[in-house]
């Protein structure tokens, strides 16, 4: 039978040099797995990522509220420095060194094991739809205010499950669509905040821009606020084998979605709260479209509250796709029944859709704040998983084939690290006390999840197989299996 495999496209390619030192190459290029599907390219993927982690400065109203407005500029500047550019490299690397849909599962599988590659994969999955559940959410909380209807009570919840339906069959469509689409909202969501800066260009007084009053900050508001709205770029490891020439255009796109995620994020603050008097109570969730009727009138109200509801339309489809596709290679990987490795006509993971949007359903009802802190608490437990899977592989693998790899020695990449690391710690410990049990409780859940889906393959209750395409990993000793 063959060693449980993640989804690295590891070879057992045995170079010897003087020193001996065994290198081990790595498949250059993409996913050999349904080439006949389309694959998406630097554009769409541009657009994918920044739907993963941002989708416009829609919810960092909040930031301004917590903190007011010099700290919550200052934070959407160096926030990125301390947490989104570690994270976006070593998902460069590391995403362009196993280019096969699992992304961090396979990371995590390949340094420390099948064990805890399935429990990196369960926390980064339920991270992802407790995070979807709040993108339904937001968009009824922007359009409440010109539709009082869809404030509370059964109008509400019938418009959560026909947003949801409608968004999960775009996704099972194929990942084409969801590129493109993507796209064309990125730009529809953008395009009124430009309208809105050159509006407030008279009305901007810069003294606004530093008011701090630090006897009055909610620490654990500001920074779950900005942990939530610059997070999640390691999702996008999930579709690596769904990318053209992964091993170049996912650097790219990382890097250029990096610049456009911390654009659309400050440049808006940066305009509200410079022409706008100073309310921090009102800064809220949906705040953006009243400073746009007081600064261009309803017009512009109505436009930034249809940008909002797009936009939140563009991070669902781009979550769904990484939550649905991870699944998907998982299963090929032989950590969850073969069923969930079954695709679509249209090449898309049918049971992993239908399993995603079930959890976005279930966890819907929950306030912002609850979901935010959550989710939060789960990924921070999987981003520590990627960052030891991270040194580990640079110190076993230093000669591993990686199309991309960060330029910095063991010890560069260890202290690479270590803010993020500290800042995780951070946000664990601010946690409240109902946010930590419920989140310890689904790390539990995980724990003995996974030995339960091996009693079931031992019994056989269900199938487990792991896709030909795959090349084996030995997990007992880490390494590729001989040949």
């Known amino acids: 039978m063959k060693q449980r495999a993640s989804s690295a496209k590891l070879t057992s390619i045995r170079m010897r040099e003087d020193n001996n030192t065994e290198y081990v190459g790595l498949e250059d290029g993409v996913s050999p797995k349904f080439q006949s ?47 989104s550019v570690p994270e976006a ?19 995590v599988s390949s340094a420390l094991g099948p064990y805890w590659g399935f429990q990196q994969g369960w926390m980064k999955w339920l991270s992802g739809v407790i995070d979807n559940a709040l993108y339904p959410v937001l968009f009824l909380d922007y359009l409440k205010s010109g539709f009082p209807i869809l404030a509370d009570g059964i109008p509400r919840i019938i418009a959560v499950l026909v947003l949801t339906l409608a968004l999960t069959y775009m996704n099972y469509r194929g990942m084409t669509i969801v590129g493109w689409v993507a796209i064309l909202l990125g730009v529809f969501s953008l395009l009124p905040f430009l309208f809105m800066g050159v509006i407030a260009i008279p009305k901007l007084k810069p003294s606004r821009w530093l008011v701090l009053d630090l006897n009055n900050v909610d620490w654990g508001l500001y920074l779950n606020t900005l942990f939530w709205n610059l997070n999640y770029w390691d999702s996008i490891s999930t579709l690596a084998g769904e990318v053209e020439n992964s091993g170049r255009a996912l650097p790219k796109a990382l890097f250029y979605a990096l610049i456009l995620v911390v654009l659309g994020y400050f440049f808006p603050l940066l305009i509200g709260t410079g022409a706008v008097p100073l309310d921090r109570e009102l800064w809220s969730d949906g705040y953006f479209s009243d400073i746009a009727k007081i600064l261009g009138g309803v017009w512009l109200r109505f436009w930034i509250e249809g940008a909002s509801a797009l936009s ?16 998907l290679g998982m299963a090929e990987c032989g950590m969850l029944p073969a069923c969930f490795a079954k695709r679509s006509r249209y090449g898309t993971p049918l049971l992993g859709i239908l399993f995603s949007a079930s959890g976005v359903i279930l966890l819907s009802w929950l306030s912002f704040q609850e979901i935010v802190a959550a989710e939060n608490f789960l990924y921070c437990f999987g981003m520590i998983m990627e960052f030891i899977a991270f040194i580990k592989l640079r110190m076993e693998y230093p000669a591993a084939s990686r199309p991309y790899k960060i330029p910095l020695g063991i010890t560069g990449s260890i202290l690479l690290c270590i803010p993020p690391s500290i800042l995780i710690l951070v946000v664990l410990a601010m946690a409240s006390f109902k946010v930590m049990v419920l989140s310890l409780l689904a790390v539990v859940v995980g724990l003995v999840l996974e030995p339960c889906l091996r009693y079931s393959e031992k019994k056989g209750w269900f199938r487990f197989s792991v896709s030909s395409d795959l090349k084996d990993w030995d997990y007992n000793n880490h390494r590729p299996v001989e040949p």
Do not use: C, H, R
Not at 41 to 64: C, K, N, T
Not at 89 to 107: C, D, R, S
Not at 312 to 327: H, I, R, Y
């Open 37 to 83: 599907f389309n694959k998406v390219s630097i554009l769409p993927l541009v657009f994918l990522i920044f739907y993963e982690v941002s989708g416009g400065p829609f919810g960092v109203e909040d930031s301004v509220q917590a903190a007011g407005p010099l700290l919550a500029l200052l934070g959407f500047l160096v926030f990125p420095l301390i947490w």
């Open 89 to 107: 490299l070593i998902t460069a690397e590391l995403g362009t060194m196993f280019p096969e849909n699992g992304g961090y599962v396979v990371w």
């Open 312 to 327: 939140n339309m563009g991070m669902f489809v781009a979550e769904m796709s990484s939550d649905s596709f991870q699944l």
